[in-house]
Nanobody
Framework: VQLQASGGGLVQAGGSLRLSCAVS????????MGWFRRAPGKEREFVAA????????YYADSVKGRFTISRDNAKNTVYLQMNSLKPEDTAAYYCARRRLYRGAVHYHPSHYDYWGQGTLVTVSS
């Protein structure tokens, strides 16, 4: 089982990045997926989630209007488009699969069972 997050890097404030989470060895097409992040010295926090069929999305207030989560079930991949990046977005970003089959989107990490290894996003001012 592997959730491979990629697309992180160094970007200037105001810039954009697109993260991808490619999943192998695990079915995610019937599960909601989420993105979380952990900044240095801080707790892990919810960023965004998407329902199993893509119909519903949910965002943290801090990223609403700037980030967009999407998915391609045919490719077993979830994306996070990040625009208007700010220095406070600097963190390691993780994708995760919601445990419950066809469960609703959720913000709490305890509702997710499989996690990727993270990709680092650094936003310079």
């Amino acid at each position: 089982v592997q959730l491979q997050a990629s697309g992180g890097g160094l970007v200037q404030a105001g810039g954009s990045l697109r993260l991808s989470c490619a999943v192998s060895g695990l079915t995610v097409s019937s599960h909601a997926m989420g993105w979380f992040r952990r900044a240095p010295g801080k707790e892990r926090e919810f960023v965004a989630a998407i329902s199993w069929n893509g119909d519903t999305t949910y965002y943290a207030d801090s990223v609403k209007g700037r980030f967009t989560i999407s998915r391609d079930n045919a490719k077993n991949t979830v994306y996070l488009q990040m625009n208007s990046l700010k220095p406070e977005d600097t963190a390691a970003y993780y994708c995760a699969r919601r445990r419950l089959y066809r469960g609703a989107v959720h913000y709490h990490p305890s509702h997710y069972d499989y996690w990727g290894q993270g990709t680092l996003v650094t936003v310079s001012s």
